[in-house]
């Protein structure tokens, strides 16, 4: 059920990261305000500038790690509620 998470979160902003910084506005969206605030300030306005490989991945693998922490500590929370908070943004 994880694996959804851990696999296909990297790749979806691997993928959104050539959209003129819409990968670093999302995970600023998401959670990671302080370890992108410095990518945006360099790339505002016109999206010059590509996260790479690096970017993206770590983005994602830590918001996907930080959903899976989630759904481990509170069994309250449905599965289903990270997907669609997450992909609504996407």
């Known amino acids: 059920m994880y694996s959804a998470y851990i696999g296909g979160l990297p790749h979806a902003f691997n993928i959104i990261d050539g959209c003129n910084g819409f990968a670093g506005?999302?995970?600023?969206?998401?959670?990671?305000?302080?370890?992108?605030?410095?990518?945006?300030?360099?790339?505002?306005?016109?999206g010059n500038t590509f996260a790479g490989d690096g970017g993206p991945y770590v983005w994602g693998m830590v918001i996907a790690v930080a959903?899976?922490?989630?759904?481990?500590?509170?069994?309250?929370?449905?599965?289903?509620?990270?997907?669609?908070?997450?992909?609504?943004?996407?």
């Open 67 to 90: 959903v899976v922490t989630l759904l481990q500590r509170h069994r309250v929370v449905s599965p289903r509620f990270p997907i669609l908070l997450i992909y609504c943004v996407l």
């Open 25 to 46: 506005t999302v995970a600023v969206l998401v959670c990671l305000i302080g370890a992108t605030f410095g990518f945006l300030v360099w790339n505002y306005p016109h």
